[in-house]
């Protein structure tokens, strides 16, 4: 008996022994798309969710597609506001994601209307939405981008998060046949400009990377010969997915 108990004794801790030197399994790498109709795709076709205008082309799903083996989770929404992202996308987040994309911001700030009133108001009025919606990126939005982004890392600890921008929707001075006017497109790339900076300022302090667009479709405009967004939903092409904002979104993670 004496025997037997040290033989057991003996097992066991080389079972132990076994289970304490051996590998934890990795788990696969998870990515999660969060944001706005700029991350779904609203614009790029071939959606996968006509709810949300999640398309196939849309820089997400191009850059899952590129990584075999990647657990993706695609949950930017068309139209979608930072409360929308806290209630219905944060879910989304765990322990084991590895990568964080979002696009927020636009919507909060009245981007719609604006567009809007730009398009088919005076150029006075269309000064006015901008002004408004500048005095609210800079007064309201840091705020609230800052509590985001602080649930974010909550939720996802070991994320790599990435913040994408907005690109220049118009090319600058020149003649734009049947689109608006110098004065009004100089205006509205002015106020993206306003955005741009609060968004590279919060993820910075959230200790996230910043990927601009604009360098990305820089020439590709709306009414420039080679247009990578869709003057008639002021959004990205598919071209305008994987050819301006990939590369930005690539080099940003790298």
């Not at 799903?61 to 992202?85: E, H, M, N, S, Y």
Request: net charge negative.
């Amino acid at each position: 008996m004496r025997l037997f108990r040290l033989l057991m004794g003996t097992a066991l801790a080389g079972l132990a022994s076994s289970l304490f030197l051996a590998p934890a399994q990795a788990s696969a790498p998870e990515y999660v798309a969060l944001g706005d109709s700029y991350s779904s795709g609203t614009g790029a076709g071939s959606y996968t969710n006509l709810l949300c205008t999640r398309s196939a082309n849309a820089y997400p799903a191009l850059l899952a597609a590129g990584r075999p083996g990647t657990t993706f989770k695609f949950v930017a929404c068309g139209g979608a506001t930072i409360p929308d992202v806290v209630a219905d996308q944060l879910s989304a987040l765990s322990a084991n994601t590895t990568l964080v994309t979002i696009s927020i911001g636009g919507n909060d700030a009245g981007f719609a209307n604006t567009m809007l009133s730009c398009k088919y108001s005076t150029t006075t009025q269309c000064r006015s939405a901008l002004e408004e919606g500048q005095e609210f990126v800079r007064e309201e939005l840091p705020a609230k981008l800052d509590s985001l982004y602080s649930q974010i890392r909550s939720r996802a600890p070991q994320a790599e998060v990435v913040v994408v921008g907005y690109p220049h929707l118009y090319k600058q001075g020149g003649l734009c046949l049947g689109g608006l006017g110098s004065t009004k497109r100089d205006m509205i790339n002015a106020a993206s400009d306003v955005l741009a900076e609060v968004l590279a300022s919060r993820a910075a302090a959230a200790g996230f990377t910043f990927a601009d667009a604009r360098p990305g479709f820089a020439g590709h405009e709306i009414c420039t010969a080679d247009e990578w967004i869709d003057a008639s939903n002021v959004h990205p092409t598919a071209t305008g997915h994987a050819r301006g904002y990939l590369p930005v979104v690539t080099a940003a993670e790298g």
